[in-house]
């Protein structure tokens, strides 16, 4: 496949080349992501709709599949207005650097172990990096909207966003001391041999606070204060319509499909089975079921995101200050006391994860 | 010639980003320039093959320092500061800072030994080349936790001391304030607030 492309690009310039190559490559990550990002909607209006005893969208195409397709085509012919006195030009950045940051963490994101678009050194931290950048399409939305309540809303949800990032990014100081590396790929590899030896065993505490802290990074129930319908109307993006309102909307779906893979490839073994290493499975017919394949990367990935789902439709928000209680109070302290808890699994070399 | 072209965009970027932060009369604005600047030096240190440094440089200072920096700054609504306030008073210890600043900049990295000097006889890409496998993050945490052991653990204790100071000089307990108190509100049991009380059901006469 890859071949091809550079025998049909040969002639061009070999930079000119790279660039188209690393373009395609780009584009093959992104629309799959962006189908999934529009499905995943569809996919949470239905479930809520069955947990909550109704049918969901069933209107649109059959049993309402062409929903989303919809939804996408309104969006994009209303008018997006701009409010009076307003900055134009950060009130049109916001949503862009919003989105940006939400697609550019995946760069990094490996799907087996070879398919990844950037295989960066320090892959970890680049992907905390763009997470922690992504804050600003908050704050530049609040502030260039010239309205009380969007600013109000962006001053609460960034004050959310950056302190739970501190929790998360403990909880990834204990990933990558128990893999010694930063590498996503090599983190996944340093977990094969089975369902035992992944690292959502000895370091479930940390999965725990990374999973819920993701939730409330992504600003979602219980944690969506930052659109607290009852008191702000709708958040920080309250002035925005039509499509720079669905790119946040697409922007949040994106990062919660971001934090599941992730969750799925630091804790749950990524693409490996969790039947690896046991014969009676090997020697039957069923073998293919304990290879590592990228359906089992995105089978963790989706289960995660039922629980996103599954979170919205049976928690009730949480009140702000215990918000910031949960995160400061409870989760830092967690996440500080299980980093020495590893420290001394690697001094005993306790397990197949710290026995290097 | 690829990255000579990075390097003078950014490095263009990044010095007209700071000229725009200290010009703009709105604070806000300042702010965002100041972001953009640090952006771009991130940029050139990942030409620099730090990539350690650059992600670092955008995961605290753009992604925490700033976020807080700004919060204060929309917070105060200064608006637009007065035009010219002192700002001809101030002028010659301004330029004395920046000189002091500079030439003391120039001191440390003009030397031989500091490895700067090679950019002026090599070009950018040959003079940062490392070996297959170089881990930027790797070499630099093994560089401070056995080299600069001592000056890296005594900078993360007056680190440590600044915060507890800072939070101990601004924090003011005010004795009439009430507040809520989450962990008794979470052990809270039904049946320390409700009692159920059974009355014998009476004959209706």
Redesign the interface.
Known sequence: MLDLLYSLTSFLPE?LQTIIIILVKIAVLLIPLLLGVAYLTYAERKIIGYMQVRIGPNRVGPRGWLQPIADAVKLMFKEIVIPNFANKF?FLLAPVLSIGTALAAWAVVPFNAELVLAD???GL??I??MT??G??GV??AG?ASNSKYA?LSA?RA??QI?SY?IAMGFALVGVLMASRS?NLGDIVIGQSGGIYHWYLLPLFPLFVVYFISGVAETNRAPFDVAEGESEIVAGFHVEYSGMAFSIFFLAEYANMILISMLASLMFLGGWLSPFEGIEIIQNSSLAFIGTASIGWLLAKAAFLLLLFLWFRATFPRYRY??IM?LGWKVFIPITIVWIFVIGLMYYWQIGPWFTH | MTEAIIFYLFSTVAVVSALMMISVRNPVRAAFYLVLSFFASAIIWLLLQAEFLAIVLVLVYVGAVMVLFLFVVMMLDLNIVEKESGFTRYFPIGIMLAAITFFSIYYVLGQKESGMDVFQSQPLSTAASHVEGYSNTKELGKLLYSEYVYAFEIAAMLLLVAIVAAISLTYRRRPKTRHQNPDLQVSARHEDRIRIVKIPVEERK
């Open positions: 930079s950060l960066v050194n320090a931290l680049y905390l990096a922690s950048v804050v600003y704050i530049i502030w600013m001053l960034s004050a950056v990032e930063l200050d215990q209680r």
